[in-house]
């Protein structure tokens, strides 16, 4: 049997080859479905406040501290971006609209010029971004920075992100047949969360909902310097310090991310002291070879320095007029409360009056019914119309989230074993009937005809976009197998394992807030070890081959 394990530069050259083809295929397949020069009308809203503020930056005087000036914003309202805000101009733009000029690039593109060089009122108020994530407006910036003020920007940046990573990758474990079998299999897997991307509630990958799935390059490089035990060196540490900038600024971007970084963490601190600290102590090592061992969890500690430069940034970034307690809280419990409800009958019925809410919905009849038991009349995000306290979330999502907070203990409160239950039966078979209602509910949400074609596409039938990634992980796995890929230690397998079951606990993170369509990177997961089964069919195969063909004498 043929191997090219002595020949490391052949396999290092064929490895290289390989995931260079993979990430053209995914840019090939990305294009393909239209994502080249598209943005996505669910939520408009999001995009379009980062895009105010990104061109905002991009002014001879720009403007600073994450806002934006409320001119840019006016005049996208007044032409066909509004949205029926309190503080926008003119009548909001009809559904119908709005949605024809979003999937209208040439119409988009230049409208957006023209708001850029439309004539800057600074006496008034700057625009803010509600909520979190805003690291969309930085991505926006670079890109236009980088390829200019078009729609093509945007997704030429995310692939340029997602290749650095691969590299960085590469460049670090590229004498590992193991670890560039990963790489390979992650681009396979990434190809298959590109098909999954037609989906009305995601349609690009420049969509920050799909950044978590770019996240899980640089964890998974993180994770397996902690697995492998890599030594640290100035350009294992640089290498990783780069990765850990591009793992948090896809966080920036979908706070959802933030449970790559921790699983990063937990696996440190759970694999590493196991395996070297405490097992050295117990045999007789001494301190100081077990301070070896637990070093070797170096990793950790730059994701950690990371995490702290993160909400250091957040500390002194934003401007402090204009963001107040917008930038100290995530958007976590509106989600969590309407998670909680919208999946149990029981909860629903008893919470709505019976009224059919969606997740918003649900979240603003708490929060306003918690205003009222407690006669809170001077929130900033109350007002009154016609006599009656009505609320306004986006006036202060920082506050509408720690009422929404206050509202979940609440309920908790007054039915915790409905809330229970929800959590452990209503909330995993919710999540899963939606990943099985996909393909309809996509086609019924699909707003354009193109938007549904795509759709039919990958979900109509058609066995090639999912059987085309099951081929390519078993070229991965015996191209891997002629290189003589790693073979695990039983120790270093059961390290393996560990952060396995670790990283697929971390990982339902999102389903436990909220069942919910876009959770890309625990579907990224699952495909991933899905792949890697796969691969290792042609692993074993040429192993006993190879076993056999040495066997037979000659």
């Known amino acids: 049997m043929v191997a090219l394990g002595r020949d490391r530069r052949t396999c290092t050259v064929a490895f290289a080859a390989a995931a260079a083809a993979l990430l053209a295929l995914n840019m090939a397949w990305s294009y393909f479905l239209g994502q080249y020069r598209t943005m996505y009308d669910n939520p408009v809203y999001r995009w379009r406040e980062s895009m105010v ?41 009809s559904n119908e609209d709005i949605t024809k000029l979003v999937y209208d690039a040439p119409r988009l593109e230049q409208l957006l010029r023209e708001a850029r060089g439309t004539s800057i009122d600074r006496s ?25 003020l078009n729609l093509a920007a945007l997704w030429k940046t995310y692939f340029l992100i997602l290749a650095v990573a691969g590299a960085l990758f590469f460049i670090q474990f590229r004498r590992s047949p193991f670890c560039l079998l990963m790489l390979l299999l992650y681009l396979i897997a990434h190809l298959v969360m590109v098909s999954y991307s037609v989906l009305p509630y995601i349609v690009t990958v420049h969509n920050t909902r799909f950044f978590p799935v770019l996240a899980m390059l ?37 706070f959802t991310a933030m449970w790559e970084p921790a699983a990063v963490v937990a696996s440190a601190a759970l694999v590493t002291p196991f395996s070297f600290g405490w097992r ?32 250091g940034y957040h500390a002194v970034a934003f401007d402090k007029t204009a963001y107040a307690t917008e930038m100290e809280t995530h958007v ?50 109350t007002f ?42 209503d909330k995993p078979r919710a999540q899963l009937q939606l990943l099985y209602d996909l393909p309809q509910s996509g086609l019924a949400q699909a707003t354009t005809a193109a938007a549904r074609q795509r759709v039919a596409l990958v979900f109509g039938g058609s066995v090639w976009p999912w059987l085309m990634p099951a081929l390519l992980a078993i070229g991965a796995g015996g191209l891997a197998a002629l290189c003589d890929v790693d073979r695990a230690q039983r120790a270093a397998f059961v390290r393996a394992l560990v952060v396995v079951a670790l990283v697929a606990v971390f990982s339902a993170v999102t389903t436990i807030v909220e069942p919910s369509p876009l959770i890309l990177d625990t579907v990224l997961y699952f495909v991933l070890l899905v792949l890697f089964l796969i691969a290792y069919v042609p692993i074993f195969l040429i192993t006993a081959l190879r076993r056999r063909s040495r066997s037979v004498p000659t």
């Not at 979190?132 to 200019?148: N, V």
């Not at 301070?291 to 430069?309: C, Y």
């Not at 720690?402 to 609440?410: M, S, T, V």
Request: one cysteine or more; a positive charge.
């Open 280 to 311: 050295t102590l117990r045999h007789g090592g001494g301190v100081v070879k077990a301070g070896r061992g637990l070093f070797s969890a170096w990793p950790a500690a730059i994701v950690l320095l990371g995490l702290a430069g993160l909400y």
């Open 384 to 425: 009154l119309d016609g006599g009656v306290m009505r609320i306004e979330p986006k006036r202060n999502m920082g506050v509408f989230d720690g009422l929404a907070r206050k509202a979940f203990f609440e309920l908790a409160k007054k039915y915790p074993w409905l809330v229970l239950k929800s959590f452990l039966m």
């Open 124 to 148: 008034l108020p700057p625009v803010r971004l509600a909520g979190s994530d805003p690291g969309q407006i930085d991505f926006y910036y670079w890109a236009f920075r980088l390829f200019g």
């Open 218 to 254: 640089p964890a998974m490089h993180l994770l397996l310097l902690i697995q492998r035990r890599e030594g640290l060196s100035w350009a294992s540490a640089g290498i990783a310090a780069v990765q850990t900038f591009i793992l948090f600024f896809a966080v920036f971007c979908r």
């Open 332 to 381: 976590l419990w509106a989600p969590l409360y309407s998670g909680t409800v919208e999946v149990s009958p029981q909860l629903q019925a008893l919470r709505t009056e019976g009224s059919d809410l969606n997740s918003d919905g649900l979240v603003a009849i708490a929060v306003l019914r918690y205003l009222r038991e407690h006669n809170i009349e001077n929130s900033p995000i």
């Open 53 to 93: 503020i990104a061109l905002s930056e991009l002014q001879t005087v720009p403007s600073r501290g994450y806002v934006g000036y409320r001119s840019i914003k006016n005049y996208l309202a007044l032409h066909g971006l509004g949205l029926g805000m309190s503080d926008e101009p003119g009548p909001p733009a």
